[in-house]
């Protein structure tokens, strides 16, 4: 079974530093390109940051570009998304979200999320 | 950059189909086969429900189905049933700086 498993959220003041993991099971994690995508309290999906399997490309969004970097490590298996200079924007729940194996840009597996909250 | 529009929210009964729009430019949705779709449940994690366009997971019904023409994508959904209340997301590649875009959003509420 695949599974995606977020950690690492949590109350941070405006201009502080946090770092999420996603840890990967049930599936090769070195086959797959992988993705943040964040979504604000009642608001919609909003992607964040992609990585591919190798970590020889990645892209960020413009509102998040030179504050977040993204980075994988296929020796645990895991995801992580390093934020920093964190805005109150930047609260959402972070998910992690495995690309589809030959569908660009579709995202077929999500973990649970987790909450980041920006505020003082 | 704005998001691909869709229409807030859409209704119907049980056993009726409705349709939802997604209208991007030619820079997303209309330049590319790269069209997905998800549905979220409140508390819960997006579901991939359609990709490139029209095709569907295994594990999803064939009471899904998508299709586009020019700029907008669709999601139809057919027979409804209570368990397909919920919020849908459309999504599509995009050749401008930001690799993916999300429309924002349409609740579907089952009468």
């Known amino acids: 079974e695949v599974q995606l498993v977020e950690s690492g959220g949590g109350l941070v003041q405006p201009g502080g530093s946090l770092r999420l993991s996603c840890v990967a099971s049930g599936f090769s994690f070195s086959d797959y390109n992988m993705n943040w995508v964040r979504q604000a309290p009642g608001k919609g999906l909003e992607w964040v940051s992609y990585?591919?399997?190798?970590?020889?490309?990645?892209y960020y969004a413009d509102s998040v570009e030179g504050r977040f970097t993204i980075s994988r490590d296929k020796a645990k298996n895991s995801l992580y998304l390093q934020m920093t200079n964190l805005r109150a924007e930047d609260t959402a729940v972070y998910y992690c979200?495995?690309?589809?194996?030959?569908?660009?840009?579709?995202?077929?597996?999500w973990g649970q999320g987790t909450l980041v909250t920006v505020s003082s | 950059q704005s998001a691909l529009t869709q229409p807030a929210s859409v209704s119907g009964s049980p056993g009726q189909s409705i349709t939802i729009s997604c209208t991007g430019t030619?820079?997303?949705?209309?330049?590319?086969?790269?069209v997905s779709w998800y549905q979220q449940h409140p508390g819960k994690a997006p579901k991939l429900m359609i990709y490139d366009v029209s095709n569907r997971p295994s594990r999803v019904s064939n009471r899904f189905s998508g299709s586009k023409s020019g700029n907008t994508a669709s999601l139809t959904i057919s027979g409804l049933q209570a368990e397909d209340e919920a919020d849908y997301y459309c999504s599509s590649y995009t050749s401008n700086s930001t690799l993916v875009m999300f429309g924002g959003g349409t609740k579907l509420t089952v009468l």
């Open positions: 990585i591919t399997s190798t970590s020889s490309s990645i």
């Open positions: 979200a495995r690309e589809h194996l030959v569908a660009v840009t579709a995202f077929d597996y």
């Open positions: 030619s820079s997303d949705v209309g330049g590319y086969h790269y």
